[in-house]
């Protein structure tokens, strides 16, 4: 079939599966025999099924399958000391650095300047409106080397929350996952959905155990996992299915 004629009447599911690495062809027919595709929200069953890859949402055994990539969409693991701008007066170093060549892309969020971990960067504007609106705040997962030893008492107030000058925070989830002795200092994982500035840091002054050394390790499905510091990857396809589902894409 031309390009002119799948743009108005759409291209063959199990062609669709196939260019997206779910299965060969006759692996994809079997899939949609079987029962395993939904397209907006319908089970299909029929071989004959046309869909626009671009707007319609494609779900194999309830995962989104993203619409073929117009967009770059990386993982960054930011080194400390690099700002999370594209370009800094100070002579900084910045995110630009991690650009491929020839293509201009402008981060998700932010990291302050001291804080290492992942960052995402793309060319989809809709996309990073969508994640960077509190309306669709997504998780984000720290690892905080605090001050002093933390007690369960102090992590039921990040639980519970605090009133900070710039109103109320409560973290989703908040744990000790190890404390030292001499000196003093106990390891924090802490996940929040707020994108309020340095919150992770406020809220540890906020219980008198400041930040050492504070690393995101996860947004959402997007896991840091075992990227170098100062090195990225692409977003798997069922990260970024995942992620224009929390978003509403």
Partial sequence: MSDAKEATEGIRLQKVLSQAGIASRRAAEQMIVDGRIEVNGRL???????????????????SRIPPPR???????????GVVSTMDDPQGRATLEEFQPRNTRLFHVGRLDTETDGLILMTNDGEFANRMSHPAHEVP???????????TEKEVQRLLKGLTLEDGFIRADAAKVVNRVDGPPRSLLRITIHSGRNRIVRRMCDAIAHPVRELSRISIGPVRLGRLPVGESRELTREELGELFDMVGL
């Fill in 70 to 80: 117009r967009h770059v969409y990386l993982v960054v693991n930011k080194p400390r």
């Fill in 140 to 150: 984000k997962t720290y690892l905080a080397e605090v001050e002093g030893i933390v």
């Fill in 44 to 62: 299909v069953t029929e071989l004959g099924t046309r869909v626009f890859p671009d707007r319609d949402q494609i779900r194999v055994d309830g």
